[in-house]
């Protein structure tokens, strides 16, 4: 279970479609990967062939990858007792480093490239040699560009070990593409490649994994019949992916969070909208940017569809006072846009999240006091964070530390978050913000988890630096359902 309390007790336990993500989506992500390419088998003068292999021609980063040589005559017939030697890139290690064929003409070693941040889908090159006969091959490298830190529940971070993540911990060698978006739900996380595939990873109750079942999974796993995706977002136990410019999506179907066609296992179409390039999930309600326009469906107590009523729906409707927007982002029961440089809020605002100075819910979008030329926004459960000439503004839910500046009160309009410069990305998950500068990554707010990433538990009401992260480029997605965090590197 997620550790986020309502945000009406005092103390509580407790992605975000950047424009520079846009532009991924429309380069790197349409660039197929090279799965593997094997060299021909070299042929001794004793007619003898020499071949190497791996399971799918994969290799991991780093740690034992087994590869098998295998030698044959001329005629094809495996030939035993020959001895076999192997060679790799520099620093590559093979235990043993040479080995005798078996009566199915087979030597194996344990290869290690012991590079843990070589990039997914690369290539590496073998070589085995037997009496005279030699072979390359060449073997994809299966590896993982990023981190995840905080809670764990349910294995949703993909790291190789289990519990929770007080450190940046890079997630488990899984990947045969580099890994470009991440988000965290309640109790699963999903991960989206270069090649345009979606993974997923955790908890499973609901088929929010996509894998056509209802199992849980501690290792990550392909969601089942999605390919092209340029765009991702996960809820509680709900996920949404875009592709072709339309909504797909699985899990949990309560509130019509997924329409009116119930909960899934493994990802379908919803709606007839065009021309999507961003999809948001809050606690209860979806959100996808098409065109400029923002659409909302699901449930609708606080006015979070921004339609003017408190009227659910599974069919998705106009955000009323939304224009131009080239940014979407969900907190827990509202959601926010970004159009021209200004910042427009509705839905919950018992404790400012709307940003224009009242407490009110707004059922329609409302400009966010006093910000101006804004380039990226953010969003924890109940807290707005902007990013203005480098500098990082908080609104909203203040009782954990998550705006940032030193108080643990609310703040009905943006107030500067403390010590910040020079931040290119921002994000929030559960009551946690996160902000991206060239030294790394700063963290504030609730850390019951360890979500901070600075190796305690001890909530942080200023940003603190996340050890190891000065190779990070992007920051996961939103996470206003969890208190996890990913960093992509």
């Not at 990967?33 to 290799?59: E, F, K, Q, W, Y």
């Not at 940014?327 to 926010?336: K, M």
């Not at 403390?418 to 990554?441: H, K, P, R």
Request: without cysteine.
């Amino acid at each position: 279970m997620s550790d986020l309390i309502s945000p009406m007790t005092k103390t509580p336990d407790t992605v975000h479609g950047m424009p520079r993500r846009t532009a991924l989506a429309a380069g790197l992500w349409s660039v197929p990967v090279i799965v593997a390419v094997t060299a021909t088998p070299a042929h001794a003068t004793s007619g003898d062939t020499v071949s190497l292999r791996s399971a799918g021609m994969r290799v991991l980063a780093a740690g034992a990858s087994r590869v098998t040589a295998t030698v044959v005559n001329g005629a094809g017939a495996p030939v035993a007792g020959r001895s076999v030697s192997f060679t790799g890139p520099s620093g590559t290690t093979f235990s043993p480093a040479s080995a005798v064929t078996d009566g199915a003409g087979e030597a194996s070693t344990d290869l290690d490239l012991a590079t843990p941040w070589a990039i997914p889908g690369t290539q590496t090159t073998a070589t085995a040699v037997s009496t005279g006969a030699s072979s390359s091959a060449s073997f994809t490298v299966q590896g993982a560009n990023a981190y995840g830190v905080g809670l764990n529940a349910s294995s949703m971070l993909g790291t190789p070990s289990s519990g929770n993540q007080r450190t940046a911990t890079q997630l488990s060698l899984a990947f045969v593409s580099p890994v470009v978006q991440l988000a965290a739900g309640g109790t699963f996380s999903l991960a989206l490649l270069q090649d345009g595939t979606v993974w997923a990873v955790g908890s499973n109750s609901a088929g929010q994994l996509g894998d056509g079942t209802t199992t849980t999974r501690t290792a990550w796993t392909q969601v089942v019949g999605l390919s092209g995706v340029t765009a991702i977002s996960a809820g509680y136990s709900t996920a949404l992916a875009v592709v072709g410019g339309q909504v797909w999506g699985w899990g949990s179907g309560a509130n019509e969070i997924l329409g009116t066609g119930g909960s899934r296992t493994a990802p379908a179409q919803l709606f007839s909208l065009t021309g999507v390039t961003q999809v948001a999930l809050g606690n209860r309600s979806g959100y996808a940017l098409a065109g400029g326009d923002v659409w909302a469906w699901g449930a609708n107590t606080y006015g979070q569809l921004g339609d003017g009523t408190t009227t659910s729906t599974g069919a998705p409707v106009q955000v009323v006072g939304v224009a131009n927007a080239t940014q979407l982002v969900a907190g827990y029961d509202g959601a926010y846009a970004l159009s021209g440089g200004s910042v427009s809020a509705w839905g919950r605002g018992d404790r400012g999240q709307i940003g224009n100075g009242s407490s009110a819910n707004s059922l329609t979008a409302a400009a966010v006091s006093t910000l101006s030329n804004v380039s990226q926004i953010a969003a924890s459960s109940w807290t707005g964070y902007a990013i203005v000439s480098g500098s990082v503004w908080a609104w909203g839910y203040g009782g954990v530390g998550s705006l940032g500046n030193g108080s643990t009160s609310d703040a009905l309009q943006p107030v500067a978050v403390t010590g910040l410069s020079g931040v290119t990305d921002i994000s929030g998950g559960g009551s946690t913000g996160y902000a991206l500068s060239a030294s790394g990554v700063s963290a504030w707010g609730y850390n019951q988890s360890g979500q901070v990433g600075d190796g305690t538990t001890t909530t942080r009401s200023t940003p603190v630096a996340v050890s190891g992260t000065a190779s990070i480029k992007s920051l996961g997605m939103n996470s206003p359902t969890n208190s996890a965090m990913f960093f992509v590197r």
